[in-house]
């Protein structure tokens, strides 16, 4: 057998008994009305402590957080151009970005993009 195939072997069964553990060993709590309800000297809340959460900002903070993520993927191919073939750096940074614009459009063509209706 390869080493590789016996790491992964290895990686896998000790991940799986690690998952199983963590099954095992995990405290199950049962939460009731007083320990659900937010901390109020003992009285009842006047308004619900959980308030709706709009989707729209999810979105537009995941969108984000990826385009942020991509710029931290573009930034070194500054770097690689000094290093690499100048016609693969120029058609992997192109496809880069053809990428991101067409995940771009499909966000907008969607209508992710649109905040208010």
């Known amino acids: 057998m ?7 072997m290895f990686t896998l069964s000790l991940s799986i ?7 095992i060993l995990s405290k199950k709590t049962f939460s009731d009305r007083e320990k659900s309800s937010p901390f109020e000297c003992g009285f009842d809340p006047k308004s619900s402590a959980r308030l709706p959460f709009s989707l729209r900002f999810f979105l537009i903070a ?10 931290a993927l573009i930034m ?8 690499s073939n100048p016609s ?11 990428i ?4 771009l459009y499909h966000e ?10």
């Not at 008994?17 to 099954?23: A, E, H, Q, T, V």
Request: proline share 2%; aromatic share 14%; charged share 5%.
């Open 88 to 98: 693969s750096w120029l058609l992997m940074l192109i496809f880069f970005i053809m």
């Open 100 to 103: 991101l614009l067409l995940g």
């Open 108 to 117: 907008w063509n969607q209508g992710a993009l649109e905040w208010a209706e």
């Open 76 to 83: 070194p191919a500054i770097i690689i151009q000094n290093f």
């Open 62 to 71: 995941v969108i984000f957080l990826i385009f942020d993520v991509e710029i």
């Open 2 to 8: 390869s080493i590789t195939l016996i790491i992964t």
């Open 17 to 23: 008994i690690m998952m199983m553990l963590s099954l």
